[in-house]
């Protein structure tokens, strides 16, 4: 999930909100981490 913070775009856990990412910019660049977390998450399957 993104969270926009002061800070800037942070990407977070669903669960724990544990920090994966952050601080960016942009949404965009957010949104890049996120599709990296979620890939390598579901490559171990």
């Known amino acids: 999930m993104i969270v926009k913070r002061k ?5 977070l856990s669903e669960k ?3 920090n ?3 601080p960016y ?8 981490r996120l599709r990296q977390v ?3 998450k ?3 399957g």
């Open 7 to 11: 800070t800037g775009y942070f990407v």
């Open 16 to 18: 724990k909100r544990k």
């Open 20 to 22: 994966l990412g952050g």
């Open 25 to 32: 910019k942009t949404k965009i660049e957010a949104l890049k």
């Open 38 to 40: 979620e890939f390598f």
């Open 42 to 44: 579901h490559l171990k």
